[in-house]
């Protein structure tokens, strides 16, 4: 790798998603780990935050309070709707501004990609789905999982900048709002050598959400997995879950059964990564591909009937037994009791 | 019309077992498959290739000589040619580094109108070399995709979002990732499998002296990441395995859970 002036690089950027009411949860968690991770450097650093999309600039003060530094802004109709070759120039583009010396970006679907992207045009490493960020000596460590999070690896791009992660939402903490904190508003203006004109959106179609509690947030998840065994059964886990305002997370086969229409609650490496204060994994067989999507729960309770399942080697307390012979009981139980 | 699909070989993630002490992956025994997206990446492009005359389609793989099970599996499928790049200098190449192999393999095909990648391999996880290698052609690319149609010179896609999705219509040449949603991938044809072990020209080996990639920009050493260590995550959580009948666990666990401050039991007359 040719090597580029490094210490021509300095602060953090970040990059997220957010909807029509503001930053997301993703974007937040990772302005939070970029504040951890600013106040480990020895030298002078700034998060620079990056929004792109129409009228965003009302979402600055926001990420100032979650400890972003400055917000680049890169606004205009055609950002309304997310177009890669656009998106990709409006990120090169902003790095080749700000020239950070690291970047991360969320692991949306959106964001992977364009990640990857310009981390071609800008020669420079990229790291996916980190788990863990942090300072050897000088040495900026990414840590990324393999074979589904079975062993994790350190990664280090010493020669090229900006050092450039994704991260899955639910990985980091996000920072203590501070409302007084005030942030610089940058706004960019992109031109786009690259875009490809006949790109085209066609149409952009949302699911209609539920009233549920959204997973990544929740402080008590419930999660079943195939032993749970059929549709009628699963209700008892969103009765359960409705008992302290939690939500119902699955896994892979579970969603496969068609036991909940919820892709965007399955748990685990293609899924989300949960941290709830309690999670109570029912039927579940402890793959890995799912047990890593489970970011340090205070409390994780398993129920299994195979004495010898996965799960208990990450739970906190196990129970082997048939599910339905203790889930009915607890279910009866705390209906009755109300918060003191 | 030229479709390219790239493929990897990887081991059975299921069947992977880990070595504690160095952190380092126990191989011997693991079966090897075809990377279970690029499956659905080969499945679409032969059903673009059932669907008309004048489909030629080139399966592309870099990998170690035991990858040419795959490319021999994936030939069998109904691909028209396969394609195993495997040179030493490849060795340890990063996303990046990967990425500018295949780029240069595929300038060296030449003509092309769509290629099609699985989304993510199940070894790494990282998803970023279909969309590395658009990159470096400087092609549109369409990631996550669960539908493809085909509309004269176009394209239009139907690309998963974490909340739904959006149809895009794109020019050719174009570089597509698939996800599982896209198809059910076929099952290789007995005549097809002893074929596809048969020497010609429809079963490539090329190292890169055919492909003349940049030696500065491949392999280990010229990768822009390296993985220093590897490891195994600690778990080091301590389980009590309850004991007794079933009411009295469940009187257990109501205990610990109104014990926890972060957790709200609010009950059935609060909803
Ligand atoms: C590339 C790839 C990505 C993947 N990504 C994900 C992912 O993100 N998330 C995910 O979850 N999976 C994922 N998977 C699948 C994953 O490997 C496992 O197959 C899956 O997590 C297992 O789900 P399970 O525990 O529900 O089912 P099983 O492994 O079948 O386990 C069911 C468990 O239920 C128990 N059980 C059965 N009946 C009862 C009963 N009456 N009472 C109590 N216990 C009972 C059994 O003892 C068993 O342990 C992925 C797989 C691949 C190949």
């Keep these: 790798m040719q090597q580029q002036e490094t210490q021509k690089y300095s602060g953090i950027l970040v990059y997220g998603s957010h909807n029509d009411e503001g930053p997301s949860e993703g974007m937040l968690e990772l302005l939070g780990e970029a504040g951890r991770l600013q106040r480990q450097m020895d030298r002078p650093c700034r998060v620079h935050a990056l929004l792109i999309g129409d009228d965003v600039q009302r979402f600055a003060p926001e990420l100032g309070w979650n400890g972003a530094d400055e917000v680049i802004c890169i606004e205009g109709e055609a950002y309304r709707d997310y177009r890669p070759d656009l998106y990709i120039d409006a990120l090169e583009a902003a790095i080749e501004q700000v020239k950070p010396e690291i970047a991360l970006i969320l692991a949306t679907v959106q964001g992977s990609e364009m990640a990857s992207s310009a981390a071609v045009r800008l020669r420079t490493g990229l790291a996916a789905h980190c788990v863990e960020l942090r300072f050897d000596q000088d040495a900026y460590v990414q840590v990324v999982p393999a074979f589904a999070g079975k062993i994790l690896g350190d990664i280090y791009c010493p020669d090229t900048r900006p050092q450039m992660a994704t991260i899955k939402k639910g990985m980091f903490e996000r920072a203590e709002v501070d409302s007084r904190r005030t942030c610089r508003v940058r706004m960019l203006e992109v031109v786009n050598s690259r875009a490809f004109d006949p790109i085209r959106l066609i149409s952009s179609v949302r699911d209609q959400k539920t009233e549920d509690v959204d997973i990544g947030s929740a402080e008590v998840v419930i999660g079943g997995g195939l032993g749970i065994g059929s549709k009628e059964h699963w209700e008892q886990l969103e009765q359960l879950a409705s008992l302290f305002h939690g939500a119902v997370g699955c896994t892979r086969p579970a969603l496969d059964q068609g036991w909940t229409e919820r892709e965007d609650s399955m748990i685990g490496t293609s899924g989300a990564v949960i941290h709830p204060a309690l999670y109570m994994s029912i039927g579940i067989s402890g793959a890995a591909h799912h047990t890593c999507g489970i970011k340090d729960p205070k409390l994780h309770i398993a129920i299994n009937r195979d004495p010898h399942a996965a799960i208990f080697a990450t739970a906190d307390i196990g129970v082997a037994e048939e599910w339905d012979t203790i889930l009915p009981l607890l279910i009866d139980r705390l209906a009755q009791r109300k918060e003191a | ?271």
């Excluded at chain 2, 070595?19 to 997206?37: A, F």
């Excluded at chain 2, 009590?240 to 205990?255: Q, R």
Aim: hydrophobic share 40%.
């Design chain 2, 1 to 271: 019309m030229k479709i390219i699909v790239c493929i990897k070989q990887v081991p059975d993630t299921n069947e992977v077992r880990i070595n504690k002490e160095t952190g380092t992956l126990i191989r011997q025994g693991v079966p090897s498959i075809i990377n279970p997206d690029d499956m659905h990446a080969i499945e679409q492009a032969l059903r673009i290739k059932d669907s008309r005359e004048d489909v030629h389609v080139t399966i592309l793989c870099m990998g170690p000589p035991q990858a040419d099970v795959a490319i021999r599996e994936a030939y069998a499928m109904g691909a028209d040619k396969a394609i195993l790049l495997s040179d030493r200098v490849f060795a340890g190449s990063d996303t990046w580094a990967t990425a500018t192999i295949l780029a240069a393999a595929i300038r060296h095909i030449g003509e092309y109108d769509i290629i099609l990648c699985g989304r993510q391999a199940i070894d790494g996880d990282t998803a970023q070399v279909g969309p590395e290698v658009a990159e470096f052609l400087g092609l549109p690319q369409v990631t996550y995709v669960q539908g493809l149609e085909i509309t004269g010179s176009t394209v239009v896609v139907t690309r998963a979002t974490e909340d739904g999705y959006m149809v895009i219509e794109s020019p050719m040449p174009v570089l597509l990732t698939a996800i599982k949603d896209l198809n059910e991938p076929r099952y290789p044809r007995m005549k097809a499998i002893y074929a596809a072990y048969e020497e010609g020209e429809h079963i490539a080996f090329w190292t890169n002296a055919d492909i003349q990639a940049d030696l500065s920009q491949i392999g280990v050493k010229n990768s822009p990441t390296n993985v220093k260590k590897s490891f195994v995550p600690e778990r080091s959580r301590t389980s009590v395995e309850l004991t007794g009948a079933p009411a009295e666990m469940a009187g257990e666990l109501i205990k610990r859970l109104a014990a926890m401050d972060s957790v709200k039991i609010i009950g059935r007359d609060a909803t």
